[in-house]
């Protein structure tokens, strides 16, 4: 009741609490955890947010779920229609119940809001499927960077085209959609709240990567391993992993990121696994001097080649800072900052629970260590 009449003095006193608390405020804002999700295109990235948002409990909304139900035919049809264009590229010529198939498809509308997959698609989609020309052009296309998800579908037409049919969790991990702008969804773990950013990884998307730069406590940096033997979407010429490997040098080396930690997932292990024995890392990497098909000796090489880009940046910023003189308010800086390298499968929730366990140990270690010296 006493808040009824308020003088002087409890005017003076809420003043000071408002101030307090934007102190405070700005405080938690300064030691906020900011991770951010890079990599080139198609490593993975919205894939690891997705998965984030289904192990820490953040549903996806109604809406969202109708969005990645339409945008799985979708991809389906565009995954298709992807493998008919390499068979022409091929010159394989595909029989005539499936290129009548393949003709139906090119001119598919798109899903409208709650409309059920049309039922007339499941047996064009199984037609070509079951054709032994469309599976020789599918191995082909692991080289030529088909989409990673169509066989995971294809293998769930009788569930996809149920009339009650809503993605489960694992079909919106599986579905693509290229990542334009940044993104950015809020998480708490071990009552501490992590933000955590998403980009696009196509070269016309990387420009905007710098307006994310500021405050970062640690990378998560993806890479695709079964892009070793793959070209780029964006020219068709460019080697993926070279190019990732390009990407996580200027990184490594920026100056924003001279003290900050660096978690790298060397991604897709799964299809690496299954390629690595019919296509000779050698081929594209000549120095490789592992064993042919082993996919031992290839992930370590590849786990190699990305460590060693990073320590040599990182003796590239000792060098300079030692020649610098030592400011006071340094002592306690991260001199040495770390890189921790992950084999993973983004799309196996199982295991990227078991990895992100750790991931969040070191996030929250190293928002530990900057705050020491803020
Ligand atoms: N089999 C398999 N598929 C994966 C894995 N990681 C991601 N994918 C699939 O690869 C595709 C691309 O993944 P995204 O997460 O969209 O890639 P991104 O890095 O966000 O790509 P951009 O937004 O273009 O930069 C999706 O269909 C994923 O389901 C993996 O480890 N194994
Ligand atoms: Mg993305």
């Known amino acids: ?19 307090q608390a934007i102190k405070e405020d700005k405080k938690s804002w300064g ?64 029989a005539e119940d499936t290129a009548r198939a ?24 199984e037609q070509v499927w ?26 769930h037409l009788e569930r996809l085209f149920q009339p009650n049919y809503v993605p ?42 710098i307006h994310c730069f500021q405050d970062v406590t640690s990378i998560l940096f993806l890479v695709s391993l079964s892009g070793y033997d793959q070209t780029l979407t964006e020219d068709h010429e460019t080697n993926q992993m070279q190019d990732s490997m390009i990407v996580w040098e200027s990184i490594c080396s920026s100056p924003w990121f001279e003290h900050t930690s660096f978690i ?41 080649r990305f460590l060693r880009i990073h320590t040599k940046t990182t003796q590239a910023f000792h060098s300079k800072s030692a020649a610098r003189p030592k400011m006071p308010q340094s002592q306690g800086h991260k001199d040495v900052r770390k890189v921790y390298p992950y084999f993973t499968t983004a799309t196996d929730t199982e295991m990227i629970t078991h990895v992100l366990a750790f991931v969040n140990d070191i996030i929250l270690l190293d928002n530990l260590v900057n705050s020491a010296i803020l």
Not at 136 to 154: E, F, H, M, R, W
Not at 176 to 204: C, F, M, N, P, W
């Open 168 to 209: 489960t969790q694992q079909d919106i991990v599986h579905s693509r959609a290229r990542t334009t702008g940044i993104y950015e969804i809020e998480l708490t773990i071990q009552k501490q709240a992590i933000s955590l950013i998403d980009v696009g990884g196509q070269r016309s998307e990387r420009r905007k990567w």
């Open 130 to 155: 079951g054709d032994a020309d469309v599976q020789k052009a599918v191995i082909l296309g692991q080289q030529t960077g088909l989409p990673d998800n169509l066989s995971y579908y294809l293998e």
């Open 31 to 94: 030691r906020r955890n900011k991770v951010l999700l890079l990599g080139t295109a198609n490593s993975g990235k919205s894939t690891v947010l997705k998965q984030m948002r289904v192990i820490n409990s953040m549903p996806f909304t109604q809406a969202e779920v109708e969005t990645y139900r339409q945008l799985i035919f979708g991809n389906i049809v565009g995954g298709l229609q992807a493998v008919y264009e390499l068979m022409e590229e091929e010159g394989i010529e595909p």
């Open 264 to 304: 790298l997932f060397l991604n897709k292990e799964d299809l690496f696994q299954q390629k690595v024995t019919h296509s000779n890392i050698k081929r594209h990497f000549p120095d490789y001097d592992g064993e042919e098909g082993n996919a031992k000796d290839g992930l370590n090489y590849f786990k190699r």
């Open 102 to 125: 393949f003709l139906e498809m090119q001119s598919v509308p798109d899903l409208k809001d709650h409309e059920v997959y049309p039922i007339k698609y499941k047996a064009i989609f």
């Open 1 to 19: 009741m006493g808040g009824c009449f308020s003088s002087p003095s409890t005017e003076d006193e809420r003043h000071r609490q408002v101030e």
